[in-house]
Structures are given as C-alpha cells and as structure tokens.
C-alpha cells in the first residue's frame, strides 16, 4: 500500500438513537479503487457520506471517533465543510445533472468557488470532458440542455464537472445502477483512467463490479467494517466466514 | 349477471356527465366572448377602431360623445406595472424563503398566513388601501389627493402577492433534491444553490406565478377604482389619479343607455380586457406546462 488518502478511527454515527456506523477503522490508499460491499442497509452509503460530510444535511445525525484526511479531522470544529467537498468529490446513484447547459454543468463548480477566470473557462470545459471521453460527442452540444443526454452521458458529465475543483477524492455511490450493462463497463473503464490522478471510493451492490474495477474492497454488514482488504484476496480467500457467504451468494 | 352490464352502464353515465361539465366551461367561455362581440361591436359602425383605442379623450356623454380608450389603458398598465415592480421582488423572495430557508415549524404558518392574504374580500382591502395608505401618500408626496396610481400598485401588489407566492413556491418545491445534493456535495453555500440551481429550474414555474399575478392585477376592479382617483387622463407620473379599463366599466355601466353608443363602449372596453387577459393567461400556460416537462 502506497500513501493513504482518507482515514477513519473508531467512527461511529447515529442517526437519532439508531446505530448506523459501528467503531470503523479503515485506511483507503491515495490513487486506488476502493469498493464498499455488503447488503443493503449495511451503511455503505452512510460511510461514503461522512467523507464528504453529507450526512450533515439530515437532521439527527451524530458522529464520534476521527475522520483524517489529509493529515486533519475533517470533523473537527474549525473543519472547512466547503473547501472539504471542493477536495472531496461526489458522483451519485441516479444521474443528476443540473437542468443547465452542459457547459454550465461543468463551470458551476469553478463558479461557486472562484476558482478560474472566465477567459479559462473554454480551455477548462474542453479538458474536464476530455477526462471523461466525452468531448468528441458534446463539443457541438456544449450549449444543449444536460437533460437531453443519454444517461450515460449524463453520468460522464457528472463526474466531469466536479474535475474543475481539483479534488483528490471521488466518491461514487452506485455510479451504475441506473446504467444498461454497456455503459457500465465503460464507466468502469473510465475509472480505471481515473485512479491515476483521483483516490476513488465506489459503493456497489454489484459483487462482479467490485471484483473488477477496484483494487481494495471492504466488506460492511449491520453498520460494521468484517473484513477490507486487496480485493483479489478478498474475493478467493475471504479471511471472514461472513464475508465468504456473502460473496458467494449466500445472502445480500 | 346483471352488475357487469349495469357496472359498464354506470361507467358510461359518469364518463358523459364529466365530459358534459368540461365542455360547458369552455362553451360558457366562448358564449361570453361572442355577448361581449355582438355588444360591443355596434360601437364601430360608427367609430373605427382606431380612434376608440388611440383615442386621447374619454368624454362619453358629451356631444358628440367621444369614446377614446387611451387613457385608460395607460392607466390599467401603469397600475399593473408598479403593482408588478412592487409585488414580484417581494413575492418571488418570500417564495424562496419559504420553501428554502425558513425552518420547517414556520413554513406551514407562513403559507396560510399569505394564502389567507388571497381570501381578503378585494374591496376591504380597497378600504384600507383608501382609508390608511391614500393619506399616507397624500402627506409624504405633498399631494392634493391620496389616490393616485401609486395607491393604486401598492394596493394591488397586496392582492397579487398570494397568486405569486404560491405558485412561485409549488415550482420551487417541485425542483428535485438531488439537484440540491449535488450543488452542496460540490461545495456550494446554500445560497450559491438556491441562486443559480433552484430558482434557475424553477424558473418555468415562477415566470408563470408572476403572469398569473399580473392577470389578476389587471382584471381587478372595486380595489382599484376605490384607491386610483378615476381621472380619465393620460397619466404622466405615479403620482396623480388614473382611470382604469376595469374601473371604467363598473362605474359607467350603471348610467348608460341600454344599446346605446356609450353603452356598446363598455362593451369593446369588456373586449379589450378579455384579449388581454387572454394573452397574459396564455403565456403563463405555456410556461406552466414548460415547466411540467
């Protein structure tokens, strides 16, 4: 393992008096795929959430324990939520495009933070589609609506337009579920392209896409990390019965 | 069995009786606006169309009687459009207040409190608007008289808001979440959010509110013609009386000859006022149903 991205210690959540995250300690290597696996419930999503602080927006929600990353508590109280989620990016289960053009879709976020001039805005829009091999088929839409793209299409974008900010970390929850089995393949392919540059964090319920396209897989059940490691490993020889079941069928 | 035949029976009945009640509306349309042609156009065999629109004077029952709209309508739009300038600002900002911002215990008070505003009997309002804010605006101005077409616009601004602010806040509740999650899991402020994705999808929706504001404006008639001052003239500022298309009708209607000239004026005026509201109700559709795709 090379250097690490984001860290946990003890975290534990809880949403109201319900338990949704149980004493994780997990290590997630800087340019690598990371999947979280496990059934539904099992608070996959939840842990995704508290990289980029999410969770924050639904009412009751407590954490405890240390989330590090780069080197500092992202849930400390001089925390910087905006500039976290600036480093910290998210790609979501449905495609949600903003119902804006596809140029617009891609400057939103240097907008909001200021981050380039206008006059670089060309040059960053044909870049950030480029990154996502979408450029050949939208360089003459870039003016059209988001809304009128495939969905596939409409998830590249996704992911292109939170490369402006520069972030360290894309977290995917689901990228592909909405997606035909095509497309997800090429969504996966794409992140293999990415992980040079990008630490990525995926949350799948798809085991085969797990085994493919990421590098490290953690197994969650019941708001509890069993078991993480290389995924190659974890997939032949699971060091947890419970894991073994569940990636073989057994339940999920 | 009897039920199935009886069943399918019933199911005719009521199909028919609920088709028979949409076309009756829109027959009644259609008959009113045919009563108000046939009224109406007698006017024009002997004044053009012309000289009753552009027309500067609206002297109609002097001799010979001169039936020129001009003022009136320059009245009805200078009162609508302060009504707007006032009613829109505010009324778009209380809708995204409500439905962004304000926590949820005062949401629902806030909503009944404005759809409450909408159940005010138009001529109360006319009342208060004569009795508090005409004098208030005679003073502040140094005017010789309170009702002016500004009186006028704040007044109406009052009427417009509840139309604005609901339908404004249905299309701004309407927008999708995940728009929002997506905008703030890049690092967005809240307001940065509601600014350039909420109110920009909402957008659709809310143009629609403000036509349907404006429509409602412009149809009103006991407020208006108990605040404006009804001065037949070309207005040149806010600050003096005018005459309304709406405010003329009601107030002329009484002491007009049946069948008469004057009588077939007010008619063309009821025209007039129909196309327009026809108009404005017309954009607002288009941009309601923009906004359902």
């Known amino acids: ?252 | 069995m009897k039920s199935i035949r009886f069943r399918k029976l019933k199911e005719w009945g009521i199909e028919k009786a609920i088709l028979l009640s949409g076309i009756f509306s829109v027959v009644f349309v259609v008959l009113i606006f045919l009563f108000l042609l046939r009224e109406g156009f007698s006017l024009f065999r002997g004044e053009s169309i012309v000289d009753f629109i552009f027309g500067k004077s609206w002297y109609p029952i002097s001799s010979p009687p001169r039936f020129g709209i001009l003022p009136l309508i320059l009245g009805s739009l200078l009162v609508t459009l302060g009504a707007a300038a006032i009613s829109v600002p505010i009324g778009i900002a209380a809708a995204l207040y409500i439905s962004e911002i304000a926590p949820r215990r005062l949401k629902e008070p806030l909503k009944a409190g404005i759809e409450l505003l909408a159940a005010i009997p138009s001529v109360v309002i006319g009342f208060i608007g004569m009795i508090t804010l005409g004098p208030w605006i005679k003073s502040a101005f140094h005017l010789p008289t309170g009702l002016t077409a500004l009186t006028g616009s704040v007044t109406l601004a009052f009427m417009a808001m509840p139309t604005i602010v609901s339908i404004a806040e249905d299309a701004i509740t309407a927008v999708p979440r995940q728009y929002r999650e997506a905008a703030i899991a890049m690092g967005a402020t809240q307001w940065q959010t509601t600014w350039r994705i909420v109110a920009r999808a909402a957008r659709p929706g809310m143009v629609a509110a403000v036509m349907l504001g404006i429509g409602r404006v412009i149809g009103e008639t006991m407020a208006v013609m108990m605040v404006t001052g009804n001065a037949a003239v070309i207005p040149r500022s806010f600050l003096q009386p005018v005459r309304t298309l709406t405010a003329t009708i009601a107030a002329e209607m009484g002491e007009s000859v049946q069948g008469g000239p004057h009588y077939a004026a007010l008619f063309a005026i009821g025209i007039v006022l129909f196309i327009i509201t026809f108009l404005i109700n017309g954009v607002a559709d288009l941009y309601l149903h923009r906004s359902r795709q």
């Open chain 1, 1 to 252: 393992m090379g250097k690490t991205s984001i860290e946990t210690r003890s975290l534990n959540l809880f949403y109201g008096d319900f338990q949704a995250l149980t004493d994780i300690n997990l290590t997630i290597p800087a340019n690598e795929v990371t999947a979280l696996i496990g059934p539904s419930g099992c608070g996959k999503s939840t842990l995704l959430r508290v990289f980029n602080r999410m969770n924050d927006l639904i009412a009751g929600v407590r954490v405890s324990g240390r989330v590090l990353f780069g080197g500092k508590d992202i849930y400390a109280s001089d925390a910087d939520l905006l500039r976290l989620r600036e480093k910290v990016g998210m790609v979501f289960q449905r495609p949600n495009p903003f119902p804006l053009s596809v140029r617009e879709n891609i400057v939103f976020g240097l907008a909001v933070h200021g981050l380039a001039p206008r006059q670089e805005y060309d040059r960053i829009v044909e870049e950030s589609l480029r990154s996502v091999l979408l450029w050949d088929d939208l360089k003459d839409k870039l003016h059209h609506s988001a809304l009128k793209l495939s969905l596939e299409q409409q998830q590249r974008l996704c992911i292109a337009r939170v490369l402006p900010l520069k972030p360290s970390v894309l977290l995917m929850d689901e990228p592909c579920s909405a997606l035909d089995p095509i497309a997800t393949l090429h969504i996966e392919e794409l992140m293999q392209k990415l992980k040079k540059e990008y630490t990525i964090v995926i949350v799948t319920h798809n085991m085969q896409q797990a085994a493919r396209a990421s590098d490290h897989t953690g197994f969650m059940y019941l708001g509890k990390l069993i078991e993480f490691g290389a995924t190659a490993r974890i997939f032949t020889k699971p060091g947890q019965e419970l894991t073994e079941n569940y990636i073989s069928g057994r339940f999920g």
